[in-house]
């Protein structure tokens, strides 16, 4: 997967289009991301002694990655990411900019 944690990206898809936020965690096996802020559900919560009141909070769920694309840091466009190999070293391009990500 090119996504990695702390990128920035977009939501291209679905119901959350439009979104920006940074990757907090990557899920391999599974091919999904979790972006801060972004693919927000209502959850009820019974008391504990972190919420003593209980009530309704706020979970991000993960989205699939083929969903979201990178924003460039150099040229802040979205982007698909490309891969160069040199002095074997593999790193992220972008492909607009051809700038190391």
């Given at each position: 997967m090119k996504i990695k944690k702390g990128d920035k990206i977009k939501v291209m898809y679905g119901k959350n289009r439009g979104q920006e936020g940074k990757v907090e965690?990557?899920?391999v096996k599974s091919e999904k991301?979790?972006?801060q802020g972004v693919n927000l559900y209502k959850r009820h919560i019974k008391k504990n002694d972190k919420l003593p009141q209980g009530g309704i909070v706020?979970?991000?769920?993960?989205i699939l990655a083929?969903?979201?694309m990178i924003i460039c840091p150099?040229?802040?466009?979205?982007t698909r990411v490309g891969v160069k190999i040199d002095k074997n070293k593999k790193f992220r391009i972008c492909r607009k900019c051809d700038n190391k990500i």
């Open positions: 965690k990557v899920y991301i979790l972006i706020d979970v991000p769920r993960p083929s969903k979201v150099k040229c802040g466009k979205v």
